[in-house]
């Protein structure tokens, strides 16, 4: 008797979960020109933003021979 019911329930809980995916919560479509322009303003500013990011140098990033974990030389004694 458990088992059926802890099969009902996550049955149960599966649907629910798809149900709520299924919901328009965010996309909404718009006539209005100057929304529009907007959009495809943002749109464009982030692709040559990625762009800009993309051709800049990797001036930061560490060389393949440099190892951090050297173990600093003995002193003399």
Do not use: I
């Given at each position: ?9 996550v ?55 440099m ?11």
């Amino acid at each position: 008797m458990k088992n059926a019911s802890l099969v009902a329930l996550v049955a149960l809980s599966a649907l629910t979960g798809a149900a709520y995916a299924q919901t328009d919560s965010g996309v909404r479509m718009s006539t209005d020109p100057a929304k529009a322009a907007d959009v495809e303003q943002r749109a464009q500013d982030l692709q040559s933003k990625q762009q800009a990011m993309e051709s800049m140098p990797m001036s930061n990033k560490p060389h393949k021979g440099m190892s951090h974990n050297k173990k600093a030389p003995k002193p003399a004694e």
